[in-house]
């Protein structure tokens, strides 16, 4: 997923991590990632890799677009 920001326009503050995994009965493999920004998970923000003969097939979900939030408490 590192060329996935760039391809969307994401700045290298928005990470996903990978929370889920499963294999369907077609034999593709969902894997299901949350969006993160400076480490807090982003409330909405998900992509879904669909993989088949470890070829990526598709990509789907949502994410949230947005930078340079102050996140320091005050």
Known sequence: LREFNS???LSE???FEK???ENDNIGFTHIKYKQVYKGIPIDGGILI???KN???N???GRI???DDIDLSVK
Do not use: Q
């Open 7 to 9: 391809l969307v326009n």
């Open 13 to 15: 503050d928005h990470t």
């Open 19 to 21: 929370y889920f995994e």
């Open 49 to 51: 890799v669909h993989i």
């Open 54 to 56: 470890n070829i990526e």
């Open 58 to 60: 598709s990509i789907n």
């Open 64 to 66: 949230v677009r947005f």
